[in-house]
């Protein structure tokens, strides 16, 4: 106890002796923790926009103009059976025109130029979440599609494909960044702590001389590229709530209906940027002080 005392209070001196050189290093890795958490944030968005979007997303799958009552009640019993397919809803040719006079209202009237009811009756699909993958999407399609009384089977392909093409790139892009931030970070710390240790070469010298150990001499170091973290780590979370409470009001002030796209971040969040830091910068500090001979 008195060893770890004795380091702590060391650590906590030099901390203030270097504090210019530290408020440097504290600020490095606020921002880059900040720039990490601001892109992860994103993504999580991101992410939660596609899960929900994907609640409502689905397959059409229009029947032939011939098709019996006997032969869709017979599909529709086929299409249930799916085990990919969660949700069967039969529109009938009369359903499908009011809704589309619903959704055309003033402009309805072009529809009394046909005689007969142009749009035939459908099913629409709604598929497992785990299913909307663009390619396993299209191959569920062709499959339906080649079912006996499906003329055609239509979905959102491009902007399936689209939403899926921009969520893996943001994923990528956060994963390729968090690997750059986290060796920035160990890098600046190591760098300030070898910093450090030079500067008082002449005291661990004497304290050699003393019998000291090389653990009881790495201690203070340990410590002080702890601190280091932590703090970085605390500025950089309470920029992030900062600049996420900021985001939630003005946000809505523009499009208020994307508000509701908007995850609310959780105390466990910052908790984590604060963790983060102080990892990254204890890593560089074991590592400075590891390689540094004495």
């Given at each position: 106890m008195r060893i770890f005392l004795y380091s702590l209070q060391t650590a906590l001196k030099s901390i203030w002796h270097e504090k210019w050189i530290n408020l440097l290093?504290?600020?490095?890795?606020?921002?880059?923790?900040?720039?990490?958490?601001?892109f992860i944030v994103i993504t999580l968005n991101m992410d939660s926009v596609l899960q929900r979007w994907s609640k409502s997303f689905g397959l059409v799958a229009y029947l032939d103009e011939d098709l019996t009552k006997e032969a869709e009640s017979t599909l529709?019993?086929?299409?249930?059976?799916?085990?990919?397919?969660?949700?069967v809803r039969y529109i009938s040719k009369d359903r499908a025109a009011q809704e589309i006079q619903t959704i055309l209202g003033d402009d309805a009237r072009i529809l009394e130029d046909f005689r007969e009811n142009p749009l035939p009756s459908s099913f629409e699909l709604r598929l497992k979440t785990e299913l909307l993958d663009p390619e396993l999407v299209r191959k569920k399609a062709e499959a339906i599609q080649e079912m006996s009384g499906i003329e055609e089977v239509q979905?959102?392909?491009?902007?399936?494909?689209?939403?899926?093409?921009?969520?893996?790139?943001?994923?990528?892009?956060?994963?390729?960044?968090?690997?750059a931030i986290f060796t920035a970070i160990i890098f600046i710390t190591y760098s300030t702590i070898k910093i450090f240790f030079y500067r008082r070469k002449d005291e661990i010298e004497t304290l050699k001389l003393l019998g000291a150990t090389k653990s009881f001499i790495r201690l203070p170091f340990?410590?002080?590229?702890?601190?280091?973290?932590?703090t970085g780590g605390l500025i950089s979370a309470f920029a992030l709530f900062g600049l996420y409470s900021?985001?939630?009001v003005k946000i809505p002030e523009l499009l208020p209906s994307v508000t509701i796209l908007i995850l609310s971040l959780p105390l466990e969040a910052y908790i984590s940027v604060t963790l983060a830091g102080a990892l990254m910068s204890f890593t560089g500090s074991f590592f400075a002080v590891g390689k540094i001979r004495y």
């Open positions: 290093t504290v600020l490095s890795i606020s921002i880059g923790l900040l720039i990490l958490s601001s529709e019993e086929l299409l249930r059976q799916d085990e990919d397919i969660l949700e979905y959102g392909e491009k902007w399936l494909s689209s939403l899926s093409t921009i969520a893996q790139m943001m994923k990528m892009g956060t994963v390729f960044l968090g690997c340990l410590l002080e590229g702890l601190f280091i973290g932590t900021v985001v939630l």
